[in-house]
């Protein structure tokens, strides 16, 4: 019996195969006709290159127990240990620049006690900030990490304590901090600290909804100083910090062996609210001491209405026991308009019934004034704009206003007036 194979029982080759197997038929048979002495130097420039390889591995593998043994390498051939710990290590900061204009034309171009923008009609770098830190540490463990922040530009006179001292013009803060597994964990840090007292950061307008600074901040707060803060949770809802450091004013480095006990006992009611009460004492030098208290709280309204409050109490004692009171009251308020913009109004008073404003509390102060006793005051309005999360902008209108006498007869001591308006806008950039 006849079988007859048709086309579609037939198991075809497509073309492009019969191409690729008939160059591979052709390159065998050229490889098999080559000549025997150019085969065999090719074998023995591939044994040559294989142990070269393998003396490569032996040297490196030399070199690799070097690194481990000197620390450079892990053991577990992970990854280095330099490598490993700065990537652990988290960068942040902002960059700040503004300009503002003062309504009554200074004659110097300085607007007396208003801290930022100094010079008035001017463009200004406020501020270069750069701080490294590690993770948080753990609470159950003993655990150790850092903070330090660094901070260049036309305010850092006035944040960096330590300026001019050498080796501190440009800290902000840099402390040690650590872990001690006690309970819900003992928080101990040392170094210098940024202070307890104000409701305002440091940092200006990248931080705050106003862009210049309060009253309250420069003349009843104080700036960093060199200590030791021990902190730990008595409750979810209750957390006590107190520390130890170099006198209210002193800095990272004081000039007498006086020291400054500051205690702050934290609430959070709620998950809208929370309050610091804060008190202290200080041996300042050896004619004056220090005590006093402060209240620092804030409250969410509504998810578009928050509050602040900050009131503070100082009574001074110098050596022939007389007695100078000096009490400050600042609100804040912010309302968020959309989710990029917000307004935002701060309102302070200082009242200084007893001559001690200025130079017994910050050495900068900036009001100069023959009088004794007087007040001040600030009214600011801002405007906050972020077209992105990176980005803030912040133009502000400020209304200042003082009972102080100005120099040489002058009506007052806000550039020769008892009142101002200090218009502009500060621009920041976080990272």
Sequence with gaps: MTTVTTVSQKKCIPRRGKSALAIGIIAASSLA???????????????????????????????????????????????????????????????????????????????????????????????????????????DSWDAGFRTSLLLGEDSPNLNTGSP??????????????NVPVGTGLNVKAGQLISLLNYESGDGGAANDNFSQGNQWWFTGNGPSAGVQLGYSLTETVGLKVRVQNG?????????????????????????????????????????????????????????????????????????????????????????????????????????????????????????????????GSLTLTYNYKPTPNLKIQPEVRYDYTTYTGLGGAPGALDGSKTRVIVGAGISYLF
């Design 33 to 139: 006709s080559l000549p025997e002495n150019i085969r065999a130097a090719d074998s023995e420039s591939f044994d040559k290159l294989e142990q070269e390889n393998k003396d490569l591995r032996t040297r490196l593998d030399v070199l690799e127990g070097i690194a481990r043994k000197e620390g450079i390498l892990p053991n577990d051939k992970s990854k280095s240990k330099l490598v490993s710990a700065m990537s652990s290590v988290s960068i942040s900061g902002f960059v700040q620049a503004s300009y503002f204009y003062n309504l009554d034309k200074p004659a110097d171009k300085h607007s007396d006690g208003y801290l930022w923008n100094n010079t008035d009609n001017s463009f200004s770098l406020n501020k270069f900030k750069l701080t490294l830190a590690s993770p948080p540490v753990a609470t």
């Design 165 to 178: 001292m050498a080796g501190f013009e440009s800290l902000r803060e840099a402390f040690v901090e650590l």
């Design 248 to 376: 209210m004013f002193a800095g990272p480095v004081d000039s007498n062996e006086g020291k400054a006990l500051l205690t702050s006992l934290g609430f959070k009611p709620t998950d809208k609210s929370w309050v610091s009460l804060i008190g202290w004492y200080s041996e300042e030098n050896a004619t004056t001491d220090v005590t006093g208290g402060s209240i620092l709280a804030g409250y969410k309204i509504t998810d578009n209405l928050n509050t602040g409050l900050e009131a503070d109490y100082f009574h001074f004692v110098n050596a022939l026991k007389a007695d100078s009171d000096l009490w400050s009251i600042g609100t804040w308020f912010s309302y968020s308009l959309t989710s990029k913009t917000a307004l935002a109004l701060r309102a302070d008073y200082i009242q200084n019934p007893d001559g001690v404003l200025g130079p017994a509390v910050r050495p900068n102060a900036g009001i100069l004034s023959p009088d004794l006793d007087g007040s001040l």
